[in-house]
């Protein structure tokens, strides 16, 4: 047996309903190496299993996806998650994603899409829904009050960033995006990449509030 | 060094064994006070041994051998501080310090017990609330034996202090005692009455989980499992079907996040008029519309207006596109409101489109012109449509 060629998936998701649609959706696109249903099976099965992407939900019990990533990644850094959720609450999203997720999808997503946005969080680059575009946009709105101990650099994004994320809000692809802004994917990627990165070490006011505010639902 | 005390108090406190070691070392060598302090902490550390041995037996919970632990510590730390103290400063006499000693030791081993009073027991007899830390002692006569020993250490402590302090002697006042001995039984019941309060707390907190969780069954009841049962039925008809989960699933987040929106600041008045635009498109015409709003403002004429264009636009989409999603995205910033309506259907050529098309469109772009703003219809067949809208905030249609 040769080792596969597709991507290594890990899925965590405490719906068995929601795990067999997306095996099924996904199966002959990725390579599914191992479910969990919890925070406690999920992190030792992803230690286990070494998968190159874990597709997690939000909602777990035992901690949410959110503990999950903080587990996986104090023990191995390189396990890339994505973050799947029927939850379009800013709490929900911005928290798993300053967790350290690579993006974010809802679970209504089809199934090519969600195989590209797995094989894309896979090479590194980032996976904005327009909804959590629209969360960044709402975030990062406004100059930088006068006077805050904020960074710049982080703190606020860039004009073309902004460009780039309103076209993710309006429902636009990368490669759309690419074409409407007359430059290469690999651009966008790195601009919304950049984002990502904002997004988990800024101390804007809003990130740090939707990160601490957990439900109880 | 012997026993293993000083590793253990590192341990409480945290801190390298090294450390301990070295410290009682100095102490000893300088006067002695190491060695007592040694000692009495060797006489303390064989409780903590066979505490462990009864909870290690009984695989009890870990937190009842580490509040155990912590209380032991407590003891041992104000020993050893006391006596460091003692050792620096003149200013605390051996009858100062040895009746503390005491007293401390005392108080240690009765909080050991306290936190030995299972929390099981607690939760059984939770409804009962023992009035006294007697009652909830009531397990095993090892209990009792520490927690009495303890007590007659702590009064022992008292009364050694009482008797030995010359000043408070002259006095020779019972209402001291008595003020002393109440002190040190508040010290003793203290612990009890702050877990009470606990407990009560969260007696409380769970009486409104249930609550909540009731609220929470009579809502899914009266929505959720009814739209089931719906979707069940038209289980053949998958367009129905489709549009009555997309309507339910609508209708739940609305209840789950409402009033914890993220848009909080304003009344989300444009956010919830276009979110109701994409209810009723969805609803009618089972397609998929989904709504990102970026900032948010009140409704007026000219913003009522700029939704009814979204409206109209959206309707297109849903009946002419073949798409079956449309994005809709707004965003009020500047003192103007920017809106994008967006399919992947098959599109059509804006220039060249039969009477009805056109009619929506002109009428769109004319519904915006009349409040001041704009509308621009982008498309081409087979590259879905864009319907661009822009509007400037509090305009003067009229200029």
């Known amino acids: 047996m040769t080792p596969s060629p597709l991507t290594r998936v890990f899925l965590v998701d405490d719906h068995r309903l929601f795990l067999s649609g997306v095996r099924t959706e996904l199966a002959g696109r990725v390579d599914i190496v191992g479910e969990a249903v919890d925070v406690e099976s999920a992190v030792e ?72 946005a797995v094989e894309r969080v896979h ?95 | ?111 050991a017990r306290a936190g030995d009073s299972d929390r099981a027991r607690w939760r059984e007899a939770a409804t009962r609330l023992p009035g006294n830390p007697v009652e909830a002692l009531r397990g095993g006569w090892m209990v009792w034996v520490r927690v009495l020993v303890g007590a007659v250490l702590l009064i022992a402590g008292i009364g050694f202090f009482l008797a030995s302090n010359e000043a408070l002697g002259a006095v020779g006042n019972v209402g001291i005692a008595v003020l002393a001995t109440i002190l040190g039984g508040a010290l003793l019941f203290s612990p009890w009455v702050a877990r009470l309060v606990r407990q009560l707390g969260e007696e409380r907190r769970e009486r409104i989980r249930n609550e909540e969780r009731a609220d929470m069954a009579a809502h899914l009841h009266d929505s959720v499992l009814q739209t089931l049962a719906l979707i069940q039925r038209h289980a053949d008809a998958p367009q129905q079907a489709r549009s009555l989960a997309r309507r339910q699933e609508r209708e739940l987040r609305a209840w789950l996040y409402d009033g914890r929106s993220s848009r909080e600041d304003a009344p989300g008045a444009l956010a919830t008029a276009l979110d109701g635009v994409a209810d009723e498109v969805e609803a009618d015409h089972g397609v998929a519309v989904d709504v990102v709003v970026v900032g948010d403002c009140a409704l007026d004429e000219h913003v009522n207006a700029l939704v009814a264009a979204v409206r109209e636009a959206v309707l297109n989409a849903a009946r002419h596109s073949g798409a079956a999603e449309v994005s809709v995205y707004a965003e009020v910033a500047g003192g103007r409101i920017e809106a994008f309506v967006r399919d992947r259907g098959r599109g059509f050529d804006p220039a060249a489109v039969n009477g009805d098309r056109r009619g929506i469109t002109l009428s769109i772009v004319r519904r915006m012109a009349r409040h001041g703003g704009r509308a621009h219809v982008n498309s081409a067949p087979g590259e879905g449509t864009e319907v661009t809208f822009d509007l400037a905030l509090e305009a003067e249609s009229q200029s």
């Open chain 2, 1 to 111: 060094m012997v026993a293993g005390v000083c590793a253990g108090v590192a341990r409480w406190v945290g801190i390298d064994p090294i450390v301990v070691r070295l410290a009682v070392c100095i102490l000893a060598l300088g006067n002695g006070a190491g060695l007592v302090f040694y000692l009495v902490a060797w006489a303390v550390l064989p409780e903590e041994a066979a505490t462990d041995g009864e909870t290690a037996a009984a695989a009890a919970s870990p937190s009842t051998r580490r509040s155990s632990e912590l209380a032991l510590a407590v003891g041992c730390i104000t020993l050893g501080a006391l006596l460091l103290v003692r050792w620096i400063t003149p200013f605390f006499p051996d009858h100062v310090v040895w009746p503390a000693v005491v007293a401390a030791t005392g108080i240690g081993l009765v909080l």
């Open chain 1, 123 to 217: 090479d590194g680059d980032a996976v904005f829904s327009p909804r959590l575009a629209g969360f960044v946009l709402d975030a990062f709105a406004g100059d930088l009050p006068p006077g805050a101990s904020l960074d710049p650099e982080l703190d606020q994004i860039t004009p073309r960033e902004r460009e780039v994320l309103r076209l993710l809000a309006r429902g636009y692809t990368y490669k759309e995006i690419a074409r409407r802004l007359q430059v290469s994917i690999k651009t966008i990627e790195t601009h919304v990449s950049s984002v990502l990165r904002k997004l988990q070490l800024s101390s804007r006011h809003e990130l740090t509030r939707w990160a601490t505010d957990r439900r109880l639902v």
């Open chain 1, 45 to 116: 099965g992803i230690r286990n299993s070494g998968p190159d992407v874990v597709l997690l939900d939000v909602h777990l019990p035992g901690g949410g996806g959110r503990a999950v990533i903080e587990a996986v990644h104090r023990t191995h850094p390189a396990v890339v998650f994505l973050a799947l959720s029927v939850s379009d609450a800013a709490e929900d999203v911005i928290a798993v994603i300053r967790a350290g997720a690579r993006g974010y999808v809802t679970k209504t997503i089809a199934a090519g899409e969600l195989a590209q």
